[in-house]
Every structure is written in structure tokens, then in C-alpha cells.
């Protein structure tokens, strides 16, 4: 909105700013990051009264997590409601990466919070089924992949190496679709201890703000020899909401947590990281950024498959951070070590920018 009236006025005195966004990220940033800690606090005591027994516990997980009866859960929706203010506030809503990001993050979002609902009106872990939930979630990414698609070319560019690309053609829709929901349940099945998926989500989102800036430019991605996507910078924007929204809950949810953000929140913001890499034509380095969401959701599947094949288990409990738990690692251990884990893998991702 600011951005547009910056334009009105020609980009005038003060809103000469507006018009660069590298300063629009920061000013989102610090936007979205006062509005989730101004609202954090009320919102956190309506959950808790609405939500009564809060988040179910599951028996038969570690032992430690009975103590968390009675938090709240859905308290992604608090990361949501600053991360839209701030976007509505800073971004050049004219972007349709911007609507289409959008659409996904209100979309799994408003997917996450009907299966969290579910949950706590049944005071039962189990949710939504998978079926149902899948098919949602391939809608609303097929839709923002058609969106994103209109806008950029249909070729899959591989890091490492300059000027290499497949063709998929009409295939890229779906492949687009694919990343977009295997991010967003990537890092639902991360978030189970406390602030352990939002720092991973906050630092990948800061890789990405660089790497779509970067993309959007057309001297830096020349010079880089990365794909140039006009108007991807909008999308570092974007990112910068995330991880103020994302800073605001961590103050929240960090160890012991006040609040879970629930799959409202793990599947919004997984799922956003998945539009924006698709968007930005990194789609293969957003599994190395994210290389811990694919770890959590790779020891979730091999631990299902051989289990179904053999009755014996990979792993003493699945996802990957119960089985370093069951081990005897404290929470806040497996929490911060994976936090290391994030911010190197981050940093591979960045030097894939150059390593060319």
C-alpha cells in the first residue's frame, strides 16, 4: 500500500525510500516482527481459554512432552495476521509472485488450522485424514503454481553449474505443485519441540530473501549466472515478513513454549517457502536451505516404509529429533543443535549463488 502511494507522490521527499527494496524488507521486517509481539500476549490468553486442555499430548511420544498439557496450539495464526499486515503494508501488491505466495500461505494456513481445530475439538492427535489433506493442499499449490508458472520459464536450473537446465514443459506445473506441498509438510513434521521449526523457517527465509534479490536483478544474476526472474526481488520482501512474524512467535515458543503454532502455522510457512523457491527458480536449493525439513521428512518415510516391510524400526521414533530425544538428549539440546544444523546448511545453500 506504502509503495503505492510512494508512486502517487512520485517517490517524493521520505518516500524516496519506499522505492528500494532492500529498505522495504527491513521496514517489513520490523513490522511484522512489533505486530506479533504487540498481539502475541492477547492472543495467546484467548487460545488458552478457548482451547481449554490446549494441544494433544501423544501417550506414546517422550515422556518429557506430558508436561506441555494445557499449551495452546494454533498459534501460527498470530504469525500469519503480522506477516499479512506487514505485506499489505510494504509489498508492490501489483506482484502476482506476491498473490500467488499469498495464496498459499492463507491457503495451507487455513488447511492447518481446520486439521489443529479438528485435533483440539476431539482432544485427538490425529487431525485431518492424509487424504484429505493432501488433496486440499495439491489444489490450493496447483493454483499458485499456475499463477507463479504465467510469470517465469518452465525449465528446472540445476546449482553448481552455469547455464545447465532440463525442459520439463507442461510437467513443471506439477513438479512446481509438488515442491510447494512437500515443503509445507516437510516442515510440519519439524515443528515438535519447542522453537525448533522456526528458527530453521527464519533463517531458510533469510537465505531466500538473498537469493530472490538477487534473482530479480538482472546485473547480479548475470554476473552470478543464476536465472533472472523480473520482479522476484518483491519476493526478498516477502521473506522479510516471514522472519519478522517468525522472530515475534520465537519469543513465544522458545523453550518452555507459551504457544504451538500448530500445523497452521508449519504448513503456512513451509508452504510459502515452497512458493517463493519455485518463484525464484531455486527449487533444488531449497532442499539443500531446507535440507533439515528434508531430513525430518525422509526418517518419517523410510522409518514407515521399512517398518511396513520388516515390523522393526530404522529409528526409536520418528520424526528424526524423537529418536536424538529418545536417546537421552535434553529438548533444548536437539532444539539449538539443529538450529546449527539449519544455519550451515543455509550457508551451502548461499554458496551455491557463486559456486557456478
Not at 507442461?170 to 519447542?194: E, K, R, S
Not at 529438548?331 to 557463486?354: D, M
Request: hydrophobic letters at 55%; proline letters at 4%.
Amino acid at each position: 500500500m506504502l509503495y503505492l502511494i510512494a508512486e502517487w507522490l512520485d517517490f517524493a521527499g521520505f518516500f524516496n525510500l519506499v522505492r528500494y527494496q532492500t529498505f522495504r524488507a527491513g521496514a517489513t521486517l520490523m513490522t511484522a516482527m512489533v505486530i506479533g509481539l504487540i498481539i502475541g500476549p492477547r492472543f495467546i490468553n484467548m487460545l488458552r481459554v478457548r482451547q481449554g486442555k490446549g494441544q494433544p499430548i501423544r501417550e506414546d511420544g517422550p515422556q518429557t512432552h506430558l508436561a506441555k498439557r494445557g499449551t495452546p496450539t494454533m498459534g501460527g495464526l498470530m504469525i500469519l495476521v503480522s506477516l499479512t499486515l506487514a505485506l499489505l503494508l510494504w509489498m508492490d501488491l501489483r506482484s502476482p509472485f506476491v498473490w500467488a505466495c499469498i495464496a498459499v500461505t492463507a491457503g495451507f494456513g487455513g488447511i492447518g488450522f481446520l486439521d489443529d481445530y479438528d485435533k483440539v475439538s476431539k482432544a485427538s492427535h490425529k487431525g485431518l485424514s492424509g487424504k484429505a489433506r493432501l488433496l486440499l493442499e495439491f489444489v490450493v499449490a496447483g493454483i499458485a503454481s499456475y499463477l507463479i508458472v504465467s510469470q517465469i520459464s518452465t525449465w528446472l536450473y540445476i546449482p553448481f553449474v552455469s547455464d545447465k537446465a532440463i525442459p520439463l514443459g507442461p510437467f513443471y506445473y506439477v513438479f512446481a505443485a509438488v515442491v510447494i506441498v512437500g515443503a509445507g509438510n516437510a516442515v510440519n513434521l519439524t515443528d515438535g519441540l519447542d522453537g525448533l521449526a522456526i528458527m530453521p523457517v527464519i533463517v531458510a527465509a533469510g537465505a531466500f530473501a538473498i537469493i530472490s534479490y538477487l534473482a530479480g536483478r538482472v546485473d547480479y544474476s548475470a554476473y552470478l549466472g543464476i536465472p533472472y526472474v523480473p520482479g522476484a526481488g518483491e519476493l526478498a520482501i516477502f521473506c522479510a515478513a516471514i522472519m519478522g512474524a517468525g522472530l515475534a512467535f520465537l519469543w513465544f515458543n522458545a523453550p518452555p513454549a507459551a504457544v504451538f503454532m500448530g500445523d497452521t502455522g508449519s504448513l503456512a510457512l513451509g508452504g510459502a517457502l515452497g512458493a517463493i523457491a519455485v518463484a525464484s527458480h531455486h527449487e533444488i536449493v531449497l532442499a539443500i536451505v531446507g535440507g533439515l525439513f528434508v531430513f525430518e521428512a525422509l526418517s518419517v518415510i523410510i522409518q514407515v516404509f521399512w517398518f511396513k516391510r520388516t515390523g522393526k524400526r530404522v529409528f526409536r521414533m520418528a520424526p528424526i529429533h524423537h529418536h536424538f530425544e529418545q536417546k537421552g538428549w535434553a529438548e533444548a539440546t536437539v532444539v539449538i543443535r539443529f538450529w546449527i544444523v539449519s544455519i550451515v546448511l543455509a550457508l551451502i545453500g548461499l554458496a551455491t549463488l557463486k559456486l557456478r
